[in-house]
């Protein structure tokens, strides 16, 4: 398009009203100068770590063109009538070393290493050399800028140093060109699109300003609209990878969060059907085992060897209908929401559960000490998910004991670790053969290390109930009870969240 309007482009004077051609390029440069620090900002401004070092080269690059720019329209005649002729030259070196600094840029940046991230002081590194550049260019027009020779085609046309910068700054804009195209076809990035567009509109922009002849004619005015497109462009290329770019990343990166999340539901709605089948199955089939088992060990028939063999029948399947029925709770906590949960109030179960356990247990010796702190509201939350993780292991450590008397403390505290969420600790000591070390490092496994947590499997119940309690917010240690020495016994901690006050319940 742009070669097609330069083939097509009037010769002579265009504008004839000197005002109305000062007041054209006054906006074009106020345009470029403003674009040139928008290029700066949509860069600088956002958190500069996540940036790539070729757009902070750019934007900081961008700056300085935009103050050369500046410098320039404060020192050309063309635009202001406030500076006398003999300023002239200056603002003409001010719009040379504008286009040197954009095509510079340009070029160098296309050099650096796209994916490579801003590390902590490059940035501000940048911004500091560009800057010192620029007041360096600023510096050398104060000094000698009374000495400059103008430096535009219609004063100077055949002035070497001229027309040696002009096709220098060609040259690299056309390099710069094939080496934005040749990174945009191997990354398929649109940014390097509109870079290899903006620095071959910058080529053509020279190459018409070289061409011009008088202030106004054609191809200066080509050459306006050539630099306003150049500089948009980079401007919208920058603009997509600070803002654009981001933002689809984020709105993709949020359709596939939620796709997972309904995919994970729905796993998790078939894994508890699968669950609901396959343990209903299970226990359809492992009761006529033990009932037959119950026959033999019942026989006035059966061999001491048949029916120490029925006995194991009965104690393996005992474990797999303990196993069905502690997935079984497992899956219906899982399904509960938390903040559904009614209070469990500790000072009523705790008592009463010593009592069952005594009459269900009535030949063995319990002796149990309960320790509840003095407080009017001692309950946590969880409701009969909560009382059967804490029957579960009173259960255990009533059934894993040698010895002929039962001495067991059950003692409750405050939760001192500072988590933000108040609970009670529910510690219940045995004096039983206690659980050896590789046994209590699996239990202790939180279910959120994905390295550990499936070793978890080679303990009993408990291990059941550690996942409900972590479902509940809460959790379950496993200690012994004589520190070093685990055949004294279990110290197994439940902690669970506290309710709050007046919710009693239990359901």
Known sequence: MFVAVSLVVPGGT????????????FTAQTIVMFVSFGVFFIQWLPPKQLKSVQAIFIATGFLSTGLLTFAHMMTCTMMLDVTGSDEAPVGSYFHMMSGVTMAGTM???AYIPSHRRVVRGESSLMLFGFLAYTALVAATAWFFGSSFPSLCPHDARADATRIVIEVVMIGVLLVATAKYYAIGRTAHDMTFSYLSCAAFIGAYNHIAFCLHQEPNDGFSILSVVFTIASFALV???????????PYDRLRRAQKQAEKRRKEAEAATVKAQT???FLSHDIANMISPIMNR??????????????????GKIVEQTQKVASLIANLRRLSRAERIDVNSFDALDLRTLLPELVRTRREANPDRKLRVVIQIPDESEVAVIGGSVAEEIIEEVFDNAIKHSGRETNRITIGV?????????????????DDGPGIPDHTKSALNVASSDPGKRYTRGVASSLSIMSLVAEHLGGRIKVEDRVVGDYTQGARVTITLPRAPIHTHGNT
């Open 14 to 25: 265009v504008i004839e009203d000197p005002e109305a051609s000062s007041t054209l390029r």
């Open 107 to 109: 070029l160098v940046a």
């Open 235 to 245: 401007f919208i290329a920058l603009f997509s990878t600070s803002v654009t770019q």
């Open 274 to 276: 699968y669950l609901d």
């Open 293 to 310: 088992a119950e026959i033999i060990l019942q026989s006035p028939n059966a061999s001491d060897k048949q029916k120490d063999e029925a």
């Open 413 to 429: 505290s405050p939760e001192n670790v500072n988590t933000g969420k108040p609970a009670w600790n529910i510690e219940i000591m």
